[in-house]
């Protein structure tokens, strides 16, 4: 079955613990992407990898941090500086677009989802 | 800051009709446009993905594509009791530094097909 997992389901975390999120795909995809939603939000962008070993801040990178050692992995750690870390924590992957003025397809697609609370 | 606008709903639409779905952008440079169908509890869902001008349709969905107006639209033909579900709409910018970026989320509207 190709597709995207995310571990936990769901995750409990006491105030000043770092905690992390998995993600993995097996559909070959070279770009990886972290969203949050808060309840009645749309999704905001945490971080993203279009290449192992190579990643940027998205919009609200401040309090997580990521690593992408293998093209099929990109788990986020929440940490103990993130104010506000309750949320649903979704994580995508897409395949690589491509050249300029090509036909591209950067279409993304999610995983199941992780769910953090904080105690 | 790049923007997607929608309208939060609820939208309530009998059963077998067509359901309108709207969002707007602000970021003129958007390449790429999304709408993802979310149900309650879960992960949001790719159902149409449109690049130019016009329409695309796949089964009962069709997107709308306005790059001057900075619109697109989705259309739900014979709505379905399971239609009822958050619609996401997205845009980005799709060739940036060399990769894709992520996308930038309307909050959603919110659909009621009711039987």
């Known amino acids: 079955d190709g597709g995207i997992t995310q571990s936990p389901k769901y995750l409990f975390r006491k105030e000043g613990q770092n905690v992390t999120l998995s993600c993995e795909q097996n559909?070959?995809?070279?770009?990886m992407y972290w969203y949050r939603q808060d309840p009645g939000q749309g999704l905001r962008l945490i971080y993203y990898s279009q290449i192992v070993n190579d990643f940027q801040k998205g919009d609200i990178a401040e309090g997580y941090s990521v690593s992408r050692e293998k093209k099929e992995s990109f788990p986020l750690t929440v940490t103990s500086a993130q104010k506000n870390p309750t949320a649903f924590y979704l994580c995508a992957s897409s395949p690589s677009p491509g050249l300029a003025g090509e036909e591209v397809n950067n279409e993304q697609f999610f995983g199941p989802g992780t769910r953090l609370t904080v105690l | 800051q790049k923007e997607v606008e929608q309208n939060s709903g609820p939208l309530s639409v009998p059963e077998g009709a067509i359901a309108s779905l709207n969002c707007t952008y602000s970021?003129?440079?958007?390449?790429?446009f999304f709408w993802y169908r979310q149900y309650s509890g879960k992960s949001p869902e790719l159902i149409m993905s449109i690049y130019s001008n016009g329409d695309k349709e796949d089964g009962r969905f069709t997107a709308q594509l306005n790059k001057a107006s900075q619109y697109v639209s989705l259309l739900i033909r014979d709505s379905q009791p399971s239609d009822s579900a958050t619609y996401l709409c997205?845009?980005?910018?799709?060739?940036?530094?060399?990769?894709?970026?992520?996308?930038?989320f309307g909050k959603g509207t919110h659909l009621i097909i009711q039987p």
């Open positions: 997205a845009v980005t910018d799709w060739w940036s530094g060399g990769g894709a970026d992520g996308l930038t």
């Open positions: 970021d003129r440079g958007s390449q790429s």
């Open positions: 559909l070959n995809h070279d770009a």
